[in-house]
């Protein structure tokens, strides 16, 4: 027969203290991870770009890249289509203004200039000519007259002694009647005669006015023709250097087309680039800094364009004092147009992808020198190198001026090395 056994309470015991000692384990390394702090992303110090804030007076700027350009050029255009026979001077050269650039061709229009030649002599002649007949005419008319007072002087005493006679009866009536009549006549004739040579006074300056419109018409028809034959030997018409000339010999040239360039070297100005977030504070008369590469020059805004460009737009400054060696025109520059001078703040190196009068977060130097906290910045009014700081730092400190957005955007403290 089967005996009952007894209980053996230690193996019941056994798995639970284990479990027991398990979950005080568990505890005991949750709280300790959780007492452990994450470890701060590290940077080389070397790699970073780091700015201290500085108090005083903070020059507010905006930079721009262009080049130089002539402020004056004189662009050469052909006056009619022609050929390009002669070369004489390539860009590059220095010209006078009577230098000769080209030698062009054009037969037609050395016929053009013959036949104008042609026309304003035989309207000259015409006029000549015209002027000969109508003054004989004249002339011819007042010999006529001369003639009728004659007949009517002669009319007139015939006149009288018949009227005479007839009064006293040794004359018949119709004698002395035929006589009045025959003077009368006379005097219609010679005053119709006098108003004919008025009116022939008038037209022949009328006439002859009208033949010498026609000629001054056709003498301006000829020197025009002259111009443009005489354009055919190209000079340059100012002093400078020929900065283009796009022809090759043999080449037809149609009316209007650019055949040379011609730029002086000693007048220049710059042209900027501005960005278009930054032109609304500048304006014509600031101040500039030209940077040629050879050094640096002073300049004022002379003129702004109405229009952007591409995000940008273009400015003029005017180059005030004598130009570096080595300026010359399309030399690429870079300038600076100062705004205004703010007295007595605070203001740091320009950190990246800072914006005006706004609040962004950046990493401060703790004091060990090792470390750097991210705080909480107000900055305000930008320059092209500068950045104003209104609240969230003081004099002194030193930030991290790199762009740390990727590496350790999440991050509140980093380590320097």
């Known amino acids: 027969m089967d005996r009952p056994r007894p209980r053996r309470f230690g193996r019941r015991l056994g798995p639970v203290v284990a479990l027991v000692v398990l979950v005080a384990a568990l505890a005991s390394a949750t709280a300790a991870i959780g007492q452990l702090r994450a470890v701060p992303p590290s940077f080389t110090r070397a ?6 804030v ?11 890249s262009g080049t130089l350009v002539p402020e004056h050029v004189q662009w050469v255009t052909a006056v009619s289509a022609v050929r390009v026979e002669t070369i004489f001077v390539r860009p590059g050269a220095t010209v006078a203004a009577d230098t000769v650039i080209l030698q062009l061709g054009n037969p037609d229009l050395e016929i053009q200039t013959l036949e104008a030649e042609r026309q304003v002599a035989a309207a000259r002649t015409a006029l000549a000519n015209m002027r000969v007949t109508l003054r004989s005419e004249v002339l011819g008319h007042e010999i ?17 002694s018949s009227t005479a006679l007839g009064e006293r009866g040794y004359l018949a009536e119709d004698d002395a009647h035929a006589a009045r009549a025959e003077l009368k006549a006379l005097d219609r004739r010679l005053e119709l005669e006098r108003r004919r ?38 000079r340059a018409g100012v002093d400078g250097v020929l900065q283009e000339l796009p022809l090759q010999p043999g080449q037809w040239v149609n009316p209007g087309a ?19 977030t930054q032109i609304k504070d ?28 591409k995000g940008t737009v273009t400015i003029d400054v005017r180059i005030r004092g004598p130009l570096p060696r080595g300026a010359r025109p399309d030399l690429n520059i870079a300038g ?22 706004s609040r962004m977060g950046v990493f401060r130097e703790d004091a060990d020198g090792v470390h750097a906290t991210r705080t909480n910045v107000h ?23 790199s762009d740390l957005s990727k590496s350790a955007d999440d991050a509140d403290r980093i380590e320097l090395e």
């Open 282 to 309: 500048v304006s014509v008369g600031m101040p500039a800094k030209i940077d040629t590469r050879d050094g640096l020059v002073d300049g004022e805004v002379a003129r702004i364009d109405p229009a952007a460009a």
């Open 47 to 52: 790699g970073l770009w780091i700015g201290e």
């Open 336 to 357: 600076t147009v100062e705004l205004e001078r703010l007295p007595d703040v605070l203001y740091v190196r320009r950190p990246a992808f800072v914006q005006p009068d």
């Open 144 to 160: 006529t007259i001369v003639g009728l007072r004659g007949e009517e002087a002669k009319a007139r005493r015939k006149a009288t």
């Open 197 to 234: 040579v008025a009116t022939l006074r008038g037209g022949v300056h009328e006439r002859l006015a009208a033949q010498a419109d026609e000629l001054a018409r056709l003498e301006t028809i000829a020197a025009s023709r002259r111009e443009q034959l005489a354009a055919l030997q190209v």
């Open 54 to 64: 500085e108090r005083g007076e903070m020059v507010r700027e905006v930079q721009g």
């Open 258 to 276: 650019l055949l040379a360039k011609i730029a002086r070297p000693d007048r220049l100005k710059a042209q900027l680039a501005i960005p278009e």
């Open 379 to 401: 900055f305000g009014r930008l320059s092209a190198n500068t950045v104003e700081v209104v609240a969230g730092l003081q004099e002194g400190d030193r930030i991290i001026l």
